[in-house]
């Protein structure tokens, strides 16, 4: 009864090609987010979203594009993957958007472009 | 400009020794703070949350943080490290209007030897 799962685990691809993760939660919260957490371990927001509406858009470049089919799900598409992609993703999700609310993260997913 | 910073990025502590670790903020007014961790290739799990009221609060663990608002600080500690606690550390802060926005400090690596 995992609360915060992504798939894949691991995601090693070219350069250039395009691949999603995907991530779902089963807590039932409204609000989704996306990190990025480089090789120096900084954790950066990327994404969030509430009930399905794009609520936090960081500097991003545009090839990164989030989608949120339902309030349980969130994925993350990337298109022309770059040597700099390389990272780990993580996904969480919080009850509502307010900026006090603990926020619950995925396991990550290791992305390697080579 | 809004940063967190811990200013240490890797200590080292015997078993059984007493750990802290620093965390600093520079924001306008006090935000929500909260203190996760990361153990070698999982995801963030929350150790504790300050949100107002009693400075010192205690979280999953053992740990504790004391919110020194004069000192824009929120340490975390505690008395007797188990070498299960080797991890990474972060510190985190949001602000009531940031949608969830987290900061999240660079990270402090614990190693535990015996």
């Known amino acids: 009864d995992t609360a915060v799962s992504q798939t894949p685990k691991y995601l090693v691809t070219q350069m250039g090609n395009d691949k999603s993760i995907k991530c779902e939660q089963n807590?039932?919260?409204?609000?989704m987010y996306w990190y990025k957490q480089d090789s120096k371990k900084f954790l950066k927001i990327m994404f969030s979203?509430?009930?399905?509406?794009?609520?936090i858009n960081e500097t991003v470049p545009n090839r990164f594009s989030p989608k949120s089919p339902d309030k349980a799900h969130l994925n993350l598409h990337i298109n022309s993957l770059e040597l700099g992609d390389s990272a780990v993703y993580f996904c969480a999700s919080s009850v509502g958007a307010a900026g006090g609310q603990r926020q619950y993260f995925g396991p990550g997913t290791r992305l390697t472009v080579l | 400009a809004q940063s967190v910073t811990q200013p240490d990025i890797h200590i080292t502590v015997s078993e059984g020794a007493s750990l802290e670790l620093r965390c600093n903020y520079s924001y306008g007014a006090t935000p929500y703070l909260f203190w996760y961790v990361q153990s070698p290739g999982q995801g963030l799990q929350l150790l504790l949350k300050?949100?107002?009221?009693?400075?010192l609060v205690q979280g999953i663990k053992g740990f504790e943080a004391e919110f020194k608002r004069s000192q824009s600080s929120f340490n975390l500690r505690k008395p007797s490290v188990h070498w299960s606690d080797a991890a990474e550390y972060f510190c985190a802060v949001a602000l009531t209007d940031s949608w969830g926005k987290f900061q999240f400090g660079a990270g402090t690596q614990v190693v535990v030897t015996p």
């Open positions: 807590l039932g919260h409204d609000t």
């Open positions: 979203y509430n009930n399905k509406e794009l609520i």
């Open positions: 300050y949100f107002s009221g009693d400075t």
